[in-house]
């Protein structure tokens, strides 16, 4: 993430709006990507999801982000950062 970016905090999101763009976000849960050619910029993706990031549609770029995965409690992480089609 860029030096001196101020995040916005946000829960989890489904983004249904193609070329969407989402950015200085400070997200807690997980993203679904409904629509194609979304963009995820400069922003903090973290919780502990199956897929923290999981697109349904073609174009999706994430630059400049961190994806965080937290283990449960006492568990080993296996989740994926990013996942399915697209």
Do not use: K, W, Y
């Amino acid at each position: 993430m860029p030096p001196g970016t101020t995040l916005t905090p946000s829960g989890s999101m489904t983004i249904t709006t193609a070329g969407a763009v989402i950015s200085g976000r400070e997200i807690t849960g997980a993203v679904t990507v409904d629509a194609p050619n979304v963009t995820i910029r400069s922003s903090r993706i973290q919780g502990n999801a199956f897929n923290l990031i999981r697109s349904n549609s073609s174009g999706l770029v994430v630059e400049d982000s961190e994806i965080v995965n937290l283990p449960a409690s006492g568990q080993p992480n296996c989740h994926n950062a990013i996942a399915f089609g697209g």
